[in-house]
Structures are given as structure tokens and as C-alpha cells.
């Protein structure tokens, strides 16, 4: 394919959608040719002429005239569905969508090579951050000893504006919501998910190891309360989610989700709102941060049109760490210390900590701060799930 032939078939027109619309108008070196627009809901109102719109998917997925999908809808499986489709019938594909990526990572690397298209997925994390391309590009040979980010602008933009304006966590979440940042569902943002589906997709280009979201502890934010964010600042910290992937020894590597203490002298300290950044620590490129825009309509949309761009000449992911010697095996057995802050007596119990080093409790919040294994954490995950708990990673100990 060439820049002059390339035919896309569009699937979804919600916030991403159009905002790859109107980078793809406003971009003076680079014109792309958007055959048709599959859209679920005909009866919404639209800012283009229903000529450009098509409900049946297949009025796309064959017409030998469009050489490009991209893929921007909500539902994972419908998702796959299209994306798998269109590989079978030898099309290229552009995907954001980070949860149908972590859930069929293996699968789609193997269709993409079985039936010799390109598939590209910047936009399915970190959004404006060219993540996945540096992870292939610039550390492929590099000894990559950690990756950490903050990988959600839901969970982000609620935080700052809890912590720089007092706003309530309600109240937040639905300012995200309105600027287009959430989920549709936006459990996945606040309890998470979101964030380590992001999470294992740069697994896999940072170390070549496909993890299985199900394998991964994750704990959000929903459940935080002002104390968390009193105790934060009067230790001089900010509370950010943050997905960490890092080595334990030489053959292994670990991987969660938590919400980390931030001292004022750290990189993460100013991505607030719906920013994002990502830090690599490696052998010989030391530490590397990266910083951008994590969610909205443009953000993302940028990166789409960068995807697009590039598979225009051909780019392709090579997966190059997976086809090296070594690939690390994924483990959870890995020392953290955190902050618990719980209401329930009996649930404080249920951490078993091997040493405790803060202790605290008054009739309406006590907390916790002691050092325990990862995999402690991973065994109780069901048991702690909705309960009034948060946790927090010092990050004081074991994990820089
Ligand atoms: N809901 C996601 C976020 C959108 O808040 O980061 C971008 O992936």
C-alpha cells in the first residue's frame, strides 16, 4: 500500500472517531480517504451526511476496495469480531481498543503474521504518547529494568482535582465523564481495569511476554476518601494510579496496578489531569520519561492518524523482545510496602503483614503501613473487592 491508495473503513463515530475526523481534515501533508463510516445507532444525530455511514459491517469488511480498517468502537467483542475479520480478508487494521488488545494480545499477533497484515494499536495506551512505537523501536535491544506509568486520564483528572481544588470524587468522575475521557463504562477507569489492560499491551512489546489480565493485581481508586488525600499531602506526596512492569531478578518480571505516594521531586508529581506519563528505567538509556495527553477525542485521534500514517509505508510491529533468548517469566512474587486505610477491623486482618511500620486509628479512619509479598495481595484480591479499603504503594521500598 501506498500513500496515494489507501482506503479506510471507519468503525465507530464517538469521541475518538471524531476526533481522528478532524485530525485526518486538518493535516496538510498526509490525505487519507475514509470510504465509509459503520456506526450502531442510526437514529443519533451526525455531523456528516448519512451518506457516509453504513450499520451493516460487511458493506466494509468486503469491499475489496478498502485496504484499512480502523477500529474505534466501544464493545471488545463486537471488536474482535471486525478486527479478526478484516485480517482474514487481508486487510490492514488500526485498533485503540485497549481491553479486546490485552484480551486477545497472542491471537492477534499470530493472525496478524498468519494472514501478513500490519496491525497498529498506539492509540490503546497512553493515547498521545508514542509508547508502543519507543518499546519497538528505540528499546529493542535494550535491557529494560522497569516501565511504570500513569496509564488512565479518568483516574488522573479525578485525583487532581480532588487533591488542587477539593472537588468530590462524584462530582470528578463526572467532569471526566462530560470531557469525553471515561469509559463507557467507567468502572473500568476507576477500578483499574483500564489501566492494566494498557498495562499488559506494553508488556508485551517491553519484555515479549504476553500476561494475562487475569494474572495481574490491579486495585483503582474508587473507594479513596479525603483522609487518603490528607495523609498524602501532609507527607508531602500526590496519589496517582500507576501500572508498574519491572524485573524482580534476571529471568523474572512482576506487574500491577496501584495507587502510588508521589514525592514533589518524582516526574509523575505534575501529570495531572488527564495527562499521562510514562518513565522506562533501563541499563544503558538510564531513565527516559515520556508525557502527553492520555485520553480525548484528539489525543487519541492523534495517535490513530499516526498508526494510519504509518501504515501507509508499510510499519509493522515486529515484536522483537519476544523473539529474543531470554523471555522473562512473570511472577508475583515480589515485596511492596503500601498504605491500607480501612474501616473494618477484620479487614485490616486479612493483609497479614510480614513487618508493620506506621499504625494508625481513630474512630473514623485508620490506616496501615506495612510491607507485604505481592502475591498476598493477588490471593486476597476477592475478598477485598469492594469493601471500604484503599491501598496505596509507598513505593518507599522495593519499588523506586
Ligand atoms: N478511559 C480512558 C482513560 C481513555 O481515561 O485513560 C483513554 O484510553
Known sequence: MTRDNLKI???GYGCVGQGLHDVLNSSKGFKADIVKICVKNPGKPRRLPMSSFTYDKYEILD???INLIVELINDADDAFDIVATAMKNGKNVVSANKLMIATHFREL???QKRYNVSFLYEASAGASIPIIRNLEE???NELLYSLRGI??????YILTSMYNKGTNYESA???AQQKGFAEIDPTLDVEGWDAKYKLCILTGHAYGVFLDPADVFHHGIKTITKHDIQYAREKGYKIKL???VGKTDENHITAFVLPRFIAADKNFYNVDYEYNGVIAEAAFADRQFFYGKGAGGHATGSAVFSDISANSYGYRYEYKKMRQELVPEYTLDHKIEVYVRYSDDKTADLFNF???SECFRSKEYKYIVGTLNLKKLFDIKELIFDRDIFIVNTGRKFTD
Open 9 to 11: 473503513g471507519l468503525f
Open 63 to 65: 469491499d475489496p476496495s
Open 109 to 111: 499477533v499470530d493472525m
Open 138 to 140: 528505540y528499546y529493542d
Open 151 to 156: 496509564l488512565n486520564g479518568t483516574t488522573n
Open 173 to 175: 468522575l463526572a467532569e
Open 242 to 244: 500507576v501500572s508498574y
Open 354 to 356: 510480614e513487618d508493620v
